[in-house]
């Protein structure tokens, strides 16, 4: 799938929508979705810190707005870049939000799926996503 400037794959024979710069593919209930902003200043990995101090913060916002909780969270790398990766749990569901940081632009690759189905979905999204 590719996006404005970006690309991922997603599992074969999902139903594929483009949206102003947001790519989302879906299997039913399950999907996986990239979408882009622009961020009110430049980002660099100096500031890595206060970014999850902020990210955290949104995290537990949207969690208390799906009656979720954050099951996991976690700083790693995607695509070469800094991310924050949040797991919310809710019910039977999950929904995993990484936020990828890059200079003036954030992308987030969230991954919405039943517990019990699809989880590799989520894995394929973060390890295949790139910038183009």
Same mark, same amino acid.
């Not at 870049?81 to 995993?96: E, F």
């Given at each position: 799938?590719?996006? *404005?400037?970006? @690309?991922?794959?997603? *599992?074969?024979?999902?139903?594929?929508? @483009?949206?102003?710069?947001?790519?989302?593919?879906?299997?039913?209930?399950?999907?996986?979705?990239?979408?882009?902003?622009?961020?009110?200043? *430049?980002?660099?990995?100096?500031?890595?810190?206060?970014?999850?101090?902020?990210?955290?913060?949104?995290?537990?916002?949207?969690?208390?707005?799906?009656?979720?909780?954050?099951?996991? @969270?976690?700083?790693?790398?995607?695509?070469?870049?800094?991310? @924050?990766?949040?797991?919310?749990?809710?019910?039977?569901?999950?929904?995993?939000?990484?936020?990828?940081?890059?200079?003036?632009?954030?992308?987030?690759?969230?991954?919405?799926?039943?517990?019990?189905?699809?989880?590799?979905?989520?894995?394929?999204?973060?390890?295949?996503?790139?910038?183009?």
């Amino acid at each position: 799938m590719t996006g *404005p400037d970006f @690309r991922f794959e997603a *599992p074969a024979g999902w139903k594929v929508t @483009r949206q102003d710069g947001t790519v989302t593919a879906a299997d039913g209930t399950t999907l996986v979705r990239v979408q882009t902003f622009n961020l009110l200043k *430049p980002y660099k990995h100096a500031l890595l810190g206060r970014a999850t101090r902020e990210l955290d913060g949104d995290a537990a916002k949207l969690a208390a707005a799906l009656s979720a909780k954050i099951a996991a @969270r976690a700083t790693l790398a995607v695509a070469g870049h800094d991310a @924050r990766m949040y797991t919310l749990a809710y019910g039977k569901n999950r929904q995993q939000i990484t936020f990828v940081l890059d200079g003036s632009r954030e992308y987030e690759l969230i991954c919405k799926i039943d517990s019990a189905k699809a989880a590799s979905a989520c894995a394929q999204l973060a390890s295949t996503f790139s910038l183009t």
